[in-house]
C-alpha cells in the first residue's frame, strides 16, 4: 500500500510542478468494453485482440487506452 500512496504523491507533485491534470480512472471493464460502441466484450486475459459485434477490431491495450481517455475527456 505504501507504494500506491508514494505513486499518488509522485503524480500530485508532477501535477503542480508542470501544471498538468492527473486524473485517477479505475481499471476496471477497460479492456472489456469497445471503445467504438461501449458493448462489453468479455475476454480471457491471453487474448489480445479485441473484437467487437460492431465491427471494431483492435488491440486490447489500444482500446483500453482509448476507453481511458473517454473517460478523462
Known amino acids: 500500500m505504501q ?3 508514494n505513486l499518488v504523491f509522485g503524480l ?8 498538468k491534470t492527473v ?3 479505475a481499471q476496471k471493464y477497460t479492456s472489456v468494453d469497445c471503445s467504438t460502441c461501449g458493448n462489453t466484450v468479455k475476454k480471457l ?5 479485441h473484437i467487437c459485434s460492431c465491427g471494431g477490431v483492435l ?10 481517455l473517454g ?3
Open 23 to 25: 486524473v485517477a480512472v
Open 45 to 49: 486475459l491471453s487474448v489480445r485482440t
Open 12 to 19: 500530485q507533485y508532477f501535477e503542480k510542478v508542470y501544471g
Open 59 to 68: 488491440d486490447r491495450n489500444h482500446s483500453a487506452a482509448l476507453n481511458i
Open 71 to 73: 473517460v478523462v475527456a
Open 3 to 5: 507504494r500506491g500512496r
